[in-house]
């Protein structure tokens, strides 16, 4: 192993066997600026392309009134025009297709150059605020609610507000799913089959992405999500009560006496069901309970809606979240969890990984736990089901940390995809406004530290048993250098394909496909879709890309540096080689 001290639990033998391995293949340094590498996949026509849409990108006029300019153009050119002027630009730039044919020769070229894909099917309802506000509070408010409202104990967090039911707003790098019915669910399902089955043909290790809230009503989500807090906050309250609070999640483990005592006190159950709560195989064995011991308290129950019980400390007792569920909402919940089940098989069968995508905090706790399920069931014995880990929230250490133990504790393959996050304007704002606590770091360094964490606590759990796996999903040069420096710490090789890296097609080339032919498993999300549709996706490019590009110039000049050198050398016609 390197110089660097490392901390290992694997044995003896297992380290000898790391210290035979070749130092050069610990010790691999990628050449970010080595242009040649970075677009030798890239003929003069889409480098010119590129500078083109990214210069575009920084003008503000452009940006702000792009779907408006884009709209107008459509009326302008008609509709033949106006696709192809958008296939010699943006849609050419940041979309591979408009469908599981069209998109082969894409993902093939990418991969002769070392690059594979997460298939992403962009296309999305171009609703206007008014229509997806309606869709939001008729989907995520009960007819508990509905009958009597203010009733029911919920918190404002996890409920709908009409001034934030557009979720589109302030998000710039995700798509948006609006409930309308079981049917609609149904047919989103499908496509995210038809997603992975091309995955599938197209490739042997590719990806797909999928969305919870396509794929049930999200008051589902919001009101397990609540439940999920309320019992952990619970914990929370117990683990002070026993001066065990402030530390990390794992490091809270509470004396199981004395927490039966504190739960007889608090009238949440009698003695014998308490009794009987922590008389499981393992649970209590220690002498002590730690928060995947309480988490695991909240499985056994039998309809769905009997998972939405909460402690009520004041009053004692265990009550549902809502006076009453109808049939209707019992059924749409098992349906939910029926379309999970049948992605993860058919991902299974198909060879494929299933990359969940993270959503706002107030769905979040319900699509991890949902996530983790299926990672229980699926990732027995390789790696299938990923779930996404947003940096930019305060409680990210705490939420990987506790999913690693888990999986070590289980036996299973963890599998996670890191990234930023893409909601932060969203949920600043609700917060400030409705009155909770804003779950987002202070700053972008604060949340750079919070990504580095998360990924060395991950680094080092691959180090240690070779069953995690993570995708560094990032644009972020730094961080990727990061990465390799600790890889390179650890012994940890590209070809043993535990650390995978991510980026946005169309973006940072210049990272991915240097990555890709020194080995690293390396992958572009490929957004596929008809042009007409992909329009609120694109749109979203271009607000991201303004950020990103005015915040660096470096894409920009990397791209003429090799557009200069190709002409100097007389390839003014030059064509990938592959």
Same mark, same amino acid.
């Given at each position: 192993?390197?110089?660097?001290?490392?901390?290992?639990?694997s044995t003896v033998a297992s380290n000898q066997t790391k210290n035979n391995t070749d130092a050069q293949t610990r010790k691999i340094a990628i050449d970010f600026d080595n242009t040649h590498e970075a677009y030798k996949s890239k003929d003069n026509i889409e480098l010119l392309r590129s500078l083109l849409v990214f210069k575009l990108c920084t003008f503000d006029f452009l940006v702000d009134?792009?779907?408006?300019?884009?709209?107008?153009?459509?009326?302008?050119?008609?509709?033949?025009?106006?696709?192809?002027?958008?296939?010699?630009?943006?849609?050419?730039?940041?979309?591979?297709?408009?469908?599981?044919?069209?998109?082969?020769?894409?993902?093939?070229?990418?991969?002769?150059?070392?690059?594979?894909?997460?298939?992403?099917?962009?296309?999305?309802?171009?609703?206007?605020?008014?229509?997806?506000?309606?869709?939001?509070?008729?989907?995520?408010?009960?007819?508990?609610?509905?009958?009597?409202?203010?009733?029911?104990?919920?918190?404002?967090?996890?409920?709908?507000?009409?001034?934030?039911?557009?979720?589109?707003?302030g998000v710039v790098s995700a798509r948006t799913y609006f409930y309308a019915d079981e049917a609609k669910c149904d047919a989103q399902m499908e496509t995210f089959l038809n997603c992975i089955k091309a995955s599938g043909g197209a490739s042997v290790d590719g990806f797909s992405a999928v969305k919870m809230t396509a794929l049930g009503r999200p008051q589902f989500l919001l009101q397990f999500?609540?439940?999920?807090?309320?019992?952990?906050?619970?914990?929370?309250?117990?683990?002070?009560?026993?001066?065990?609070?402030?530390?990390?999640?794992?490091?809270?483990?509470?004396?199981?006496?004395?927490?039966?005592?504190?739960?007889?006190?608090?009238?949440?159950?009698?003695?014998?069901?308490?009794?009987?709560?922590?008389?499981?195989?393992?649970?209590?064995?220690?002498? +002590?309970?730690?928060?995947?011991?309480?988490?695991?308290?909240?499985?056994?129950?039998?309809?769905?809606?009997?998972?939405?019980?909460?402690?009520?400390?004041? +009053?004692?007792?265990?009550?549902?979240?809502?006076?009453?569920?109808?049939?209707?909402?019992?059924?749409?919940?098992?349906?939910?969890?029926?379309?999970?089940?049948?992605?993860?098989?058919?991902?299974?069968?198909?060879?494929?990984?299933?990359?969940?995508?993270?959503?706002?905090?107030?769905?979040?706790?319900?699509?991890?736990?949902? +996530?983790?399920?299926?990672?229980?069931?699926?990732?027995?014995?390789?790696?299938?089901?990923?779930?996404?880990?947003?940096?930019?929230?305060?409680?990210?250490?705490?939420?990987?940390?506790?999913?690693?133990?888990?999986?070590?504790?289980?036996?299973?393959?963890?599998?996670?995809?890191?990234?930023?996050?893409?909601?932060?304007?969203?949920?600043?704002?609700?917060?400030?406004?409705?009155?909770?606590?804003?779950?987002?770091?202070?700053?972008?360094?604060?949340?750079?530290?919070?990504?580095?964490?998360?990924?060395?606590?991950?680094?080092?759990?691959?180090?240690?048993?070779?069953?995690?796996?993570?995708?560094?999903?990032?644009?972020?040069?730094?961080?990727?250098?990061?990465?390799?420096?600790?890889?390179?710490?650890?012994?940890?090789?590209?070809?043993?394909?535990?650390?995978?890296?991510?980026?946005?097609?169309?973006?940072?080339d210049q990272i991915s496909f240097p990555l890709g032919q020194a080995g690293f498993p390396v992958y572009k999300y490929i957004p596929y879709g008809p042009v007409n549709e992909v329009i609120p996706y694109l749109s979203r490019r271009a607000l991201e890309n303004r950020g990103f590009m005015k915040g660096s110039q470096r894409e920009r000049s990397l791209l003429w540096k090799e557009l200069?050198?190709?002409?100097?050398?007389?390839?003014?016609?030059?064509?990938?080689?592959?």
């Amino acid at each position: 192993c390197a110089s660097k001290e490392v901390r290992f639990r694997s044995t003896v033998a297992s380290n000898q066997t790391k210290n035979n391995t070749d130092a050069q293949t610990r010790k691999i340094a990628i050449d970010f600026d080595n242009t040649h590498e970075a677009y030798k996949s890239k003929d003069n026509i889409e480098l010119l392309r590129s500078l083109l849409v990214f210069k575009l990108c920084t003008f503000d006029f452009l940006v702000d009134k792009n779907k408006e300019l884009m709209d107008l153009s459509k009326k302008v050119f008609g509709k033949r025009l106006f696709e192809r002027l958008m296939k010699m630009t943006f849609y050419g730039q940041f979309v591979a297709g408009e469908d599981h044919n069209s998109i082969k020769p894409l993902i093939h070229k990418n991969q002769a150059f070392g690059v594979g894909s997460v298939l992403d099917y962009s296309v999305e309802e171009d609703l206007t605020q008014e229509e997806a506000e309606k869709k939001e509070m008729d989907s995520c408010v009960s007819e508990a609610e509905k009958e009597s409202p203010g009733v029911d104990h919920r918190e404002k967090k996890y409920k709908a507000h009409r001034q934030f039911g557009d979720r589109r707003g302030g998000v710039v790098s995700a798509r948006t799913y609006f409930y309308a019915d079981e049917a609609k669910c149904d047919a989103q399902m499908e496509t995210f089959l038809n997603c992975i089955k091309a995955s599938g043909g197209a490739s042997v290790d590719g990806f797909s992405a999928v969305k919870m809230t396509a794929l049930g009503r999200p008051q589902f989500l919001l009101q397990f999500s609540e439940v999920l807090v309320k019992w952990r906050r619970f914990f929370n309250l117990l683990a002070a009560q026993q001066g065990k609070s402030g530390i990390d999640a794992l490091e809270q483990k509470l004396e199981l006496e004395q927490l039966k005592e504190s739960l007889t006190k608090l009238g949440v159950g009698n003695k014998d069901d308490i009794e009987n709560w922590f008389t499981g195989e393992k649970l209590g064995s220690s002498g +002590t309970i730690d928060l995947l011991d309480w988490n695991s308290l909240i499985n056994d129950r039998t309809s769905i809606s009997n998972l939405l019980v909460i402690p009520n400390v004041e +009053t004692g007792q265990l009550e549902p979240l809502l006076r009453k569920f109808t049939v209707e909402e019992e059924k749409q919940m098992k349906r939910m969890l029926q379309r999970v089940d049948v992605l993860a098989k058919h991902a299974v069968d198909n060879g494929v990984r299933l990359m969940v995508d993270a959503e706002q905090t107030y769905f979040q706790p319900a699509i991890s736990r949902l +996530t983790l399920e299926m990672q229980r069931i699926f990732n027995r014995e390789k790696p299938i089901i990923f779930n996404t880990y947003q940096c930019y929230l305060k409680e990210a250490y705490d939420n990987v940390s506790v999913d690693v133990e888990l999986s070590r504790r289980e036996g299973w393959y963890f599998g996670a995809k890191l990234v930023r996050g893409a909601y932060m304007y969203q949920e600043r704002s609700r917060a400030e406004e409705i009155g909770y606590e804003d779950p987002i770091n202070p700053d972008y360094e604060a949340t750079n530290r919070m990504y580095h964490k998360c990924l060395e606590f991950v680094l080092e759990e691959i180090d240690h048993n070779r069953k995690a796996n993570v995708m560094v999903a990032s644009h972020n040069e730094d961080t990727v250098k990061f990465t390799l420096g600790k890889m390179n710490e650890m012994g940890l090789c590209p070809t043993e394909k535990k650390v995978y890296f991510g980026q946005l097609l169309g973006m940072c080339d210049q990272i991915s496909f240097p990555l890709g032919q020194a080995g690293f498993p390396v992958y572009k999300y490929i957004p596929y879709g008809p042009v007409n549709e992909v329009i609120p996706y694109l749109s979203r490019r271009a607000l991201e890309n303004r950020g990103f590009m005015k915040g660096s110039q470096r894409e920009r000049s990397l791209l003429w540096k090799e557009l200069k050198r190709r002409l100097l050398n007389g390839q003014i016609l030059y064509k990938p080689v592959y």
